[in-house]
């Protein structure tokens, strides 16, 4: 085929030897895989965890939030290593539902799930989840699949012929590895999908209950119990490399409630000055030193507005690398401003961090509300209903 | 290094100064790009460093160091560098302790902490070799940062302490310097930050001070720079010098401006 093309006339042969070179399908236009600049070698072998991504900025490998408008405030996402802080609302509505979407996110792509905390049985918890918003034609598609398996014709096609030659891809709804999914809060997660999903709970009261020698420290009992609870999840399970024995190409999602709450037998919501005054930061310090020799991610929160002493929340504040604050409307004066008439708070991300590069990240967007409806939670800038009143008295004017 | 602060500062990493205390302080910033500017500098003028990194892991500075033009894993594999990693020490030394002291013995005790077994750290780490070969300009403590450790329940006093053992063993007994950076908590009422603040701020000789703008956030000045040069052992009635610039932070670069002066503006 070749060599007729070679000895045809000059007017024939640049055509031929195109036809040859896509049917070699060896072409020239090679695409780039992504840089590994912020990365080390291992880059190639991270990218194929499902549910993840390299970010456009440092190559950092980043997950999902499970809310698209939150990831896209992050700057893509939320980095693997790093922690999530959510500063609660006043009285606690809000910030479930992100660390439900967190945890949500989780199951839709596999993740290995870590769920703590001292008011809920991570069960339970696990029951409340959303339920992620599928393509109605991927539904479609799956019953039919599951009616007409062996009557599937061979309809040959006709214009797009080379699509033929690709192999059928499957249609699974339960593992996705799409970055960002849809939820509805309407409804709950499926209960097989829960159980399909790999999760351990750390309920405080349970584990709390057996006495343990511990050398004094100032770490509050508590908190000692969960982090060597995630320190053998990550070690056990090979999330930080260091098992001979397993091999792990998973992140572990790591959701922590209600940190710093009196629940946890932490008093820096009671007292200014408290005795055990560094046991939270003393935490979350070392959860960082975790972290960031895994492949996890955590989201904590914490009811900052309850905590007395303002230096802890700075404290917190610096230890934590990404941190997003929630102020509902519920019982303050900006409830009645005709500005925030339509949403139900306000969401302040105010910090952003600054890993493996120099240049200051801050989000460009500052005034940003959101609105709890009935199926979605959405992020977005309020619109300010003066501007219509102004624009018709503007013209008024100029037509007199 | 950025070369716009070393104009600033009238250094070059040939002629750097010995014996001296810098302070680095943010408020309301983050103040690491100094850091990052300190360490690729005395890397480049031949120094020995050993680098106390509470905050962050070895790869980010690697990674920044990079984009700097230096290779910390170099300096590192040729004894230039002693990388104490804190994050990842404290998991060793809280999740599997053994008998021998480790520098960050403290996070294992009840009360304020003492921080001698660092400070052993930090002098067999610097202490200068008696062999004859090459041997390193002069010893460099750079420490990231000071305000953790009040976080992990050391108190201020045993912090300005270990400071000044440090002081005294670096800068005076061997003719090195100390970097330190410490967070400005500003308003946040933190009494503990603000005596190590003032304490190592009237023992400095040099102090840079980051600030974001009074204004709040810009896109093209990303704060400002407050830099006060201190003579503490010669108290004259001489005013400190003292400059201050506004800076935007590039992705491997910094660039410094006059205030008001920023290109954007202009």
Known sequence: MAAAASCSTSTRSTGSVVVAASRNSVTSFQRRGPRASGTDSGCSRLVSIAGTRPSVRNGQLLVSTGLPALDQLLGGGLAVGTVLLIEEDKYNIYSPLLFKYFLAEGIVTGHTLLVASAKEDPADILQELPAPLLDDNCKKECDEDICN?????????????????????????????????????????????????????????????????????SLNHGYIKLLQFIQNIIYEEGFDGSNPQKKQKNILRIGIQNLGSPLWGDDICWTENCDSNHSLTKFLYMLRGLLRSSLSACIITVPTHLIQNKAIIARVTNLSDTVVGLESFIGSEKETNPLYKDYHGLIHIRQIPQLNNLIYDVSDVKDLAFKLKRKLFTIEKPRCCYNLQNRTRLCGLIRV | MFPELNNLLNTTPDQAEQGKLTLLCDAKTDGSFL???????????????????????????NIVGQKLGVSLTTARECGQLVFLEGLKSAVDVFFRPQEEPHPLQFLREANSGNLQPLYEFVQEALKPVDSGEAAWRCPVLLVDDLSVLLSLGVGAVAVLDFIHYCRATVCWEWKGNVVALVHDSGDAEDEENDILLNGLGHQSHLILRAEGLATGFCKDVHGQLRILWRRPSEPTAQRDRSLTYQYKIQDKNVSFFAKGMSPAVL
């Open chain 2, 35 to 61: 850091v990052h500017h300190f360490l690729s500098f005395y890397l480049k003028a031949n120094c020995k460093v050993c680098f106390v990194a509470l905050i962050q892991s070895f790869s980010h500075y």
């Open chain 1, 149 to 217: 398996h062996k009557t599937e014709s061979n309809i040959k096609m006709k214009i797009a012929w080379r699509y033929q030659l690709l192999p059928k891809m499957e249609a699974r709804p339960v593992s996705s590895s799409r970055f960002g999914h849809y939820y509805d809060v309407s409804k709950r997660i499926p209960q097989e999908l829960i159980e399909a999903s790999k999760w351990h709970g750390f309920f405080l009261p349970e584990k709390i209950s057996s006495t343990l020698n511990l050398e004094p420290c």
